[in-house]
């Protein structure tokens, strides 16, 4: 397999992490993701999650709330991500692209932050307009296919 560049940092939407936890990944994007998470093991990869994530996992019903902040956890090094709350006036384009606050903070946080991949799962409202929002911000949203995918095109 090729290598990462050891500065590679990817921030996860908090549907990968539901996903993983609930075993509701579709099997081609949980074959991705677990080659990823090999890749992050590896050192060759860092998973970042930010506090918004933290915020939707708290929000979960308390029977399965612990399963998610242990992933997220065991996953993600929140400490690179700006912990400060985005204010999405900052880039009212992305709040008006999307239509969800926290969506739009994810990736204001991503920009913020300097990370140029956004892996998420949201196919309805992330996904499908992938080309806006990198015009919007500056950062890829793509699922754990398409990142993988497009690593082993550039190795």
């Known amino acids: 397999m090729p290598q990462l560049s050891a500065h590679e940092r990817v921030l996860l ?15 081609t ?3 991705a993701f677990r080659a990823l ?12 999650a ?6 939707e996992i708290r ?8 399963s998610h902040l242990r992933e997220y956890e065991s996953m993600a090094n929140i400490r690179e991500v700006d912990p400060t709350p ?3 006036r900052e880039n009212l384009a992305l709040l008006t692209l999307l239509r969800d606050e926290n969506d739009a903070r994810l990736l204001t946080q991503c920009q913020r932050a300097g990370v140029s991949v956004f892996l998420t ?5 992330i996904l499908q307009k992938a080309s806006e929002v990198e015009a919007a911000c500056g950062v890829k949203a793509q699922s754990p296919t398409q ?3 497009a690593t082993l095109r550039s190795a």
Request: no cysteine; hydrophobic share 40%; glycine share 4%.
């Open 147 to 149: 990142y993988f995918s």
């Open 37 to 48: 998470l090999q890749r992050q093991a590896a050192g060759h990869l860092t998973f970042l």
């Open 59 to 66: 929000a979960i019903p308390l029977a399965y709330r612990s």
């Open 50 to 55: 930010s506090t918004v994530s933290l915020e």
């Open 29 to 31: 994007e949980a074959v």
């Open 86 to 88: 985005s204010d999405n």
């Open 121 to 125: 799962l949201d196919e309805r409202t």
């Open 13 to 27: 939407d908090t549907s990968v992490i539901s996903a993983f936890v609930n075993g509701e990944m579709r099997p």
